[in-house]
């Protein structure tokens, strides 16, 4: 008898055990986090990233770009790293600077690993776990900056190989529970397949699926916006797909021309405007195609037609931005909201 009541004691410790892990915030919100498909700071603040990636692998000498972008009123730098299976690897220490470099200039750093770019159809590209690998050396850069980083775990890591793309769920939560059990508790920022643009649709029917594989629920999708993206009604199911599913998402990247067709920039920064969705164009300067350019030769005081309007035009950054609130000094909650709050939240 005293056995059964022993075993049944420990079955209710163990059912409330598995109810307070429910209850409680998965994740220990010293950062960066999704609350209600929303991303949040420590604070419970409501974050809209706007900004510009910066390739900083190819271009380690421009150490004014971040604070240049800055200037013009972006939020966020996506920061281009490599681990050095493609180009030349940035070291931690060199990580660490990119990341001291972002917080002197109050910006939110969402890093980068590039050698992923096209894989499956790009032969030189590696896959997820090579990028993991890559985090794992440099983590000591990024550890205790969860209010200032997000971990954008390799860029656009699929092309159009259609075998290749089936295994984007597998690979990216296998790569997500790779950098939780090293300790990462960063944001963690996914691509899309189809050199990011997700023709396929498999982030898109995937991605609920991605999210609850994450312990922390803390993930993040980003949707590449180029030539897939030329009308509006597209551009509208795609973003409210995830927001109808309280999943979130980001426009990781976006141009106002490309190759494979012209994208509608206009529609892809009012519906995000509208959605409450972030977006970070392509690229501040040093394209091989300087239409992508923002800035012509990094020259902050001559911006390029594209440049003028990502930042100066309607629903543009500097009309919409709002700088992240860990730079106005506020102190987080303690404990943290639960609920995004309304402080910071744009009009």
């Keep these: ?34 609350s209600n498909g929303r991303l949040v700071d420590a604070s419970g603040n409501d974050f809209v ?12 000498e421009q150490t004014e770009a971040l604070a240049d972008i800055k ?17 030349d690897e940035d070291s931690a220490e060199e990580v660490a600077e990119v990341v001291a470099d972002c917080k002197a200039n109050r910006l939110i750093c969402m890093l980068e690993v590039h050698d992923t770019t096209g894989y499956g159809e790009d032969e ?16 000591e850069a990024v550890e205790g900056q969860e209010d200032h980083v997000l971990v954008n775990i390799g860029n656009e890591p699929f092309g159009n ?9 597998v690979d990216t939560k296998a790569a997500i529970n790779r950098l939780r059990e090293a300790g990462f508790d960063h944001t963690l920022v996914v691509d899309a397949p189809n050199w990011g643009q997700d023709w396929q649709n498999i982030m898109r029917e995937d991605a609920a699926e991605v999210f609850a594989a994450d312990p922390d629920a803390n993930t993040m999708f980003s949707i590449h916006m180029y ?24 426009v990781g990247e976006f141009g106002h021309e490309h190759s494979d067709g012209d994208p509608d920039e206009d529609a892809i920064m009012a519906h995000s405007e509208r959605l409450g969705l972030g977006y970070i164009g392509w690229s501040w300067s040093g394209n091989t195609d300087d239409y992508l350019d923002m800035a012509v030769d990094f020259d902050v005081d001559n911006l ?44």
């Design 1 to 34: 008898m005293v056995k059964r009541i022993l075993i049944a004691v420990g079955a209710v410790f163990a059912l409330l055990g598995a109810m307070l892990v429910h209850t409680l915030p998965a994740h220990a919100q010293t950062g960066f986090h999704i």
């Design 49 to 60: 990233m706007r900004g510009a990636s910066h390739a900083h692998t190819w271009f380690t």
């Design 71 to 87: 200037s013009l009123g972006a939020n966020t730098v996506r920061v281009v790293l490599s681990s050095g299976d493609y180009w």
């Design 124 to 139: 030189q590209a590696v896959d997820l776990d090579t990028a993991v690998d890559y985090w794992l050396r440099v983590q």
């Design 161 to 169: 190989d259609e075998e290749v793309n089936q295994d984007w769920a």
């Design 227 to 250: 030539g897939v993206y030329e009308q509006e009604s597209v551009i509208v199911d795609y973003l409210e797909s995830f927001t109808d599913a309280g999943l979130p998402l980001v």
């Design 304 to 347: 390029s037609e594209w440049g003028e309007r990502i930042f100066h035009g309607p629903d543009g950054i500097a009309e919409t931005s709002v700088e992240a609130p860990v730079y106005s000094g506020a102190e987080p909650t303690d404990p943290p909201t639960e609920e995004p709050t309304d402080d910071n939240h744009r009009p």
